[in-house]
């Protein structure tokens, strides 16, 4: 059984810069493809970015060239680092395993104007 705990998200102004993190325990992370999706209040979860077990990465329109993903396997981590933030990123943040159906519970990732 795979546990998936996200933090770093906060309250931060626009241009301003968080750096979200994604631990995993109870399973074989590694191996995984991982994922980080976002839902804004009356909005459908969406994409926003992914690593393959190779290190591998794609992001969402709306963040490329703006958030990076990276892991490091042998803490069992993923992370998202996210540079000049938007009202518009504005969301709960959620870290998947993709191809599973393992989620985080999401950290609230707020932007103010």
């Known amino acids: 059984q795979v546990q998936l705990v996200e933090s770093g998200g906060t309250s931060v102004q626009a241009g301003g810069s968080l750096r979200l993190s994604c631990a995993a325990s109870?399973?074989?992370?590694?191996?995984?493809?991982v994922g980080w999706f976002r839902q804004a209040p009356g909005k459908e979860r969406e994409f926003v970015a992914h690593?393959?077990?190779?290190?591998?990465?794609a992001y969402a329109g709306s963040v490329r060239g703006r958030f990076t993903i990276s892991r490091d396997n042998a803490k069992n981590t993923v992370s998202l680092q996210m540079n000049n933030l938007k009202p518009e990123d504005t969301a709960v943040y959620y870290c998947?395993?993709?191809?599973?159906?393992?989620w985080g519970q999401g950290t609230q990732v707020t932007v103010s104007s």
């Open positions: 998947k395993l993709i191809n599973t159906n393992y």
């Open positions: 109870g399973g074989t992370f590694s191996t995984y493809p």
């Open positions: 690593i393959t077990s190779n290190y591998g990465t």
